[in-house]
């Protein structure tokens, strides 16, 4: 199993202004991470390295992936180099540079290294096929981040509502964000009442962000959230995120997201927002103000092949009693079109910084989740 990091990706997930809005969970997973160095606002992760047994030379190929963040996407290129006796530009001298996508996301093939490189470059730049030393940050360079490829460090697991969950852990910084991710017991832990705590708190002048990942995947049906503490406190800076997410790029990750954040809100209310990737295309997201005080609540969605649709009620239920209970209740479906298929994709609950910007009042920051529940569509 590959140590969880992430980018991308985004998730990966949300709240900007209705012009221009953009995901706040683009996430996946990746490896060890360590950035060499980049200009103010540009940033490069990587989402997907090849395993240790691509093995350098020309026998085989992988892919490799990740996002960018901070520039003008159409004004830039990515450009890969893996490392043998020397670095050699990916995937082929021919082919050395390669396209972003409008979300930030770019993905090429590549040999076998014992290190990767990413190089995020304006257009006009030039690689050359091969180097003994990487380049620096400067003119046309705009951000360097480089990977080892090494063997799979051993992974935590917690058992939280009757599943498995992997604790995400990265020695760089990953998606979202980019920040810091800890499996320590002082960001994620369960508690004698079983329930699950995800805790952002500063080491050693670093914001450690906190990620669980579900080792069933659960495929079509609904999937609720219980939240057991308020979050009126939380900063403009940190994102909940409640969401799938698969590693294959297919539909998007298969990323379906609930998300709350006062990030972005004019009146610093806490809001909530629902997306079904790609978030930038259009009626792909909702997004509204929780009601104020909210200590409990219920978030979820019910995912058929043919459309999603999302809730968020008062207190911990599946259906209120009246309608002082629904803070949203199939106001907004998606679907049918654009509704991704279920395949391989798993649940995911994270605590994160928007950017990877410390929080604003430098204080930790921590949710409590009572449970998690899915019951499969019939």
Sequence with gaps: MKKP???????????????????????AQGEKLGEKGREAGASITFTRVPPPTLLPGPAGMDA?????TGVDVQQCKVVIYALGDIWYVQPTAARPLTDIGKNGKWETD???????????VKSTYRPRPTVAALPQVGDDVLAIVVVK???DAPVKTISFSGYDWTV??????????????????DNVWVDNQGRLHLRMANRDKEWYCAE?????SFGYGTYRFY??????????NVILGMFTWSDETAYSNREIDVECSKW???????????????????????????????????YGFTWKDDGVSFSAFKGHVVTPGDAEGVIRDGEWAFGPKGVPQAGGENARINLWLMGGRPPKTEQPAEVIVKRFEFVRAE
């Design 64 to 68: 490799i992936a990740g996002s960018v």
């Design 227 to 236: 939240i057991d503490s308020g979050l009126d406190n939380l900063d403009p």
């Design 110 to 120: 590549t040999h076998g290294g014992s290190e990767y490189a990413a190089l995020l």
């Design 212 to 216: 669980v990942i579900s080792k069933k």
């Design 168 to 185: 995400k852990s990265s020695d760089g910084r990953v998606g979202p964000g980019p920040n810091y991710f800890s499996d320590s017991t």
């Design 5 to 27: 990091l992430t980018v991308a990706w985004v998730s990966a997930a949300v709240f900007a202004a209705f012009a221009g809005q953009r995901s706040f969970a683009q996430e």
């Design 264 to 298: 972005m809100d004019a009146e610093g209310r806490i809001t909530a927002q629902f997306v079904v990737q790609p978030y930038d295309v259009r009626e792909h997201l909702h997004r509204f103000p929780l009601p104020a005080g909210l200590t409990q609540a219920t």
């Design 149 to 151: 490829s090494e063997p």
